[in-house]
């Protein structure tokens, strides 16, 4: 069976395709943002003197991973549509996204701050700095430095399952090219476009968290540490 690669017919797209990982690019974004707000926010109830904050943290952080993340989609979209809390498509995927990662978020930068060490809080508190000031200046910077790879990984993902989004008629990247082999007929050189372009945008996300790690960490860019 012989089949020749013809690129030209999904390529004629190009400006579907465009604009469809632009929204790829900035649910991406937006997710993060949030979903790093979010996290930051959870781990602090999670090693905060609270047990019931913590209690609730936990369930949450534990229903969410063992979870799909398409099923979690499928409750923001539906579910709350069901109870009368219309979203639209690229709301319900932020809002899906942001539950998410942030879950994710929260465990990653509460080993972060397990990871300072207690002598340098101890230190901070001998100085009448109060929770606030200890948590802004001695805890959560390194703490968030230490896990900053895994950070970057973690949002690279976030961006990469962002393609499920095209369940609920997200006009994100996924769904423009199920969309445009639909018209084509060309799936193989369709798909292998969207891959390159996946491929790209996660280079470009990986550039940004290096660029923000750098500026936000100065000792990185000193020692030259990579993500």
């Not at 004629?12 to 465009?18: E, R, S, T």
């Not at 959560?140 to 430095?145: D, K, R, T, V, Y």
Request: aromatic share 10%; glycine share 6%; hydrophobic share 55%.
């Amino acid at each position: 069976m012989r089949y020749d690669l013809d690129f030209a017919a999904p390529l004629a797209y190009w400006p579907d395709l465009m604009l469809g990982a632009a929204t790829t690019f900035g649910l991406s974004v937006a997710a993060t943002v949030l979903g790093f707000g979010l996290g930051v926010l959870c781990a602090l109830a999670r090693t905060g003197r609270s047990p019931t904050a913590a209690r609730v943290v936990g369930a949450y952080v534990e229903a969410i991973r063992n979870t799909p993340l398409l099923v979690q989609i499928f409750i923001v979209y539906f579910g709350l549509a069901s109870l009368g809390i219309k979203l639209g498509a690229f709301t319900a995927a932020i809002a899906a996204l942001v539950i998410n990662v942030g879950a994710y978020t929260s465990e990653i930068v509460r080993a972060g701050i397990e990871s300072v060490p207690r002598s340098q809080r101890e230190a901070a508190e001998c100085l009448a700095l109060s929770r606030w000031q200890l948590l802004r200046h001695v805890v959560l910077p390194p703490a968030i430095e230490r896990v900053w790879p895994a950070l970057t990984s973690q949002y690279v993902l976030l961006m990469l399952a962002s393609s499920i989004t095209s369940q609920i008629s997200t006009e994100e990247l996924t769904a423009v090219a199920n969309r445009v082999q639909s018209d084509t007929f060309r799936s193989v050189e369709t798909y292998l476009v969207v891959a390159a372009a996946y491929l790209v945008l996660s280079l470009v996300l990986r550039v940004l968290f290096w660029a923000v790690g750098s500026l936000a960490f100065p000792r990185r860019r000193r020692l030259g540490t990579p993500l």
